[in-house]
């Protein structure tokens, strides 16, 4: 049997009603020299007959629900290409992204991992925006290291546009369950210490934003489990002897981000006290973080239903249809 070049390794669990869409979009690639690997993580509902129907040639793999990141390690280990697409059973890959980062990949030998822009999309895949890291302005290759600098501030990596070497990536360890919700970013950074990383401005996949419980892991988080894992991984890097003194100048503004992003997590589930703490820990972290400590801590005061008021604005708007063009930072992490 022939290797070939890419893998596109779908990891799933009761996604029967958005899987085909996935699905159709890597069938649809302008690029045909890939498998499709779908590791259902046990579903209990049709996503065996919706892949079996749409994708035949697919190697579905069963297996009793292990949740993530184990699912996402199966699907590394029974990928058979050069090179490993990242794809949510819910996202939609741009009919050229293939062809595009499989020819990045293959004109930069040192270039372990592309990643690119990604449109947002709802429920019913309409666009609602474009989701880039606020501090790109076009297509780059740059050190690992060069992009470890941003990546302590903010996962600004959109996993379904991950590309990478297969062979890069079992070297790295694969995902490290110890990491809790940020196996992810921890994964890129890990790759980024010792290899080069290119990025695309032009969105590479459509990427599902899920509102409520049902949707992102992040919803049902608690403050102190972002906490927890967010910390864990800042340490990994910021105490490595590899690399820490090249980000000593940062440390403590990556570490005041922190706090702020825990403490706006504690005012979205109502833990006021975390809230507060957080807020303080920023101000004392770096002077940069002050004034937006300070709104935190104001927040924290406010009444609850001005607070749920103002959040439910927030959320109406992020379900707007997008105008194109339109750009968004996503949110850190």
């Not at 490993?84 to 930069?108: C, F, K, M, N």
């Not at 270039?111 to 999309?121: D, K, Q």
């Not at 880039?132 to 290291?145: M, Q």
Request: proline residues 5%; charged residues 25%.
């Amino acid at each position: 049997m022939s290797t070939p070049k890419v893998s596109v390794v779908i990891p799933t669990y009761n996604r029967a009603h958005l899987i085909g869409e996935t699905l159709e979009s890597v069938l649809a690639q302008t690029f045909g020299d890939y498998e499709i690997v779908v590791v259902d993580d046990g579903s209990t509902d049709d996503t065996r007959s919706v892949v079996t129907r749409i994708a035949p040639q697919a190697r579905y793999i069963y297996q009793e629900n292990t949740g993530i990141p184990e699912v996402l390690n199966v699907c590394l280990r029974e990928a058979r290409g050069e090179y490993i697409q990242h794809l949510g059973s819910d996202d939609v890959l741009v009919e050229d992204t293939l062809a595009r980062s499989v020819a990045l990949l293959d004109a930069h030998p040192d270039v372990a991992m592309v990643h690119g822009a990604a449109w947002l999309i709802d429920e019913a895949s309409e666009r609602l925006s474009i989701s880039r890291p606020g501090f790109a302005t076009g297509d780059y290759i740059r050190s690992g290291r060069e992009e470890i600098r941003d990546l302590l501030f903010s996962n600004h990596i959109v996993a379904p546009t991950v590309m990478a070497r297969r062979q890069v990536m079992l070297e790295m360890g694969i995902y490290d369950a110890r990491f809790g919700l940020y196996e992810d970013w921890n994964l890129w950074t890990r790759i980024a210490k010792k290899h080069d990383i290119a990025y695309s401005h032009e969105p590479l996949v459509n990427y599902r934003v899920h509102g409520g419980p049902s949707g992102s892991i992040f919803h049902t988080a608690s403050a102190h489990d972002i906490d927890l894992y967010r910390r864990m991984h800042l340490d990994d890097v910021l105490n490595d002897p590899s690399v820490r003194d090249i980000y000593a100048g940062v440390k403590r503004r990556a570490l005041a981000l922190h706090h702020l992003v825990v403490g706006k997590r504690a005012c979205e589930t109502g833990e006021m006290w975390y809230a507060r703490r957080s807020a303080v820990r920023a101000a004392f972290s770096h002077p940069s973080a002050a004034a937006a400590a300070a709104r935190l801590f104001a927040r924290t005061l406010a009444p609850a239903p001005l607070v749920n008021f103002v959040r439910r604005r927030r959320e109406k708007r992020t379900q707007r249809p997008a105008t194109f063009g339109t750009t968004s930072q996503r949110a850190p992490e």
